[in-house]
Nanobody, 125 residues
Framework: QVQLVESGGGLVQAGGSLSLSCAAS????????MGWFRQTPGKEREFVAA????????NYADSVKGRFTISRDNAKVTVLLLMNSLKPEDTGVYYC??????????????????WGQGTQVTVSS
């Protein structure tokens, strides 16, 4: 089992920045690729970003490329999502997730084994 706890959400004006953090505990963290997803009411949970086990590879949704940066610190057992130039459409509950499956699965919601409880991000216009 892996336990994931997100923090850092909040309210920010459009154009502003937020940094989300996900703390992991349980099984060996470095064995898992990590991802961030977001969800708004009435919509499916969508992929935002992912980072490989080593941190050497990353993937981003087209909607956040150039604005969001995912990183991980295997020593501190955390994964971060730095969000710049935020837009109202970035509003949602952001979830951290971990997967022991292959890197190719990291783009897909069903590719993840463990999920955090989520943290709310609200971007006002």
């Amino acid at each position: 089992q892996v336990q994931l706890v997100e923090s850092g959400g909040g309210l920010v004006q459009a154009g502003g920045s937020l940094s989300l953090s996900c703390a992991a505990s349980g099984r060996t963290y470095s064995n898992f690729a990590m991802g961030w997803f977001r969800q708004t009411p009435g919509k499916e949970r969508e992929f935002v970003a992912a980072i490989s086990r080593s941190g050497g590879s990353t993937n981003y949704a087209d909607s956040v490329k150039g604005r969001f940066t995912i990183s991980r610190d295997n020593a501190k057992v955390t994964v971060l999502l730095l969000m710049n130039s935020l837009k109202p459409e970035d509003t949602g509950v952001y979830y951290c997730a971990a997967t022991a499956k292959g890197w190719s699965e990291s783009l897909y919601r069903n590719g993840y084994d463990y999920w955090g409880q989520g943290t709310q991000v609200t971007v006002s216009s």
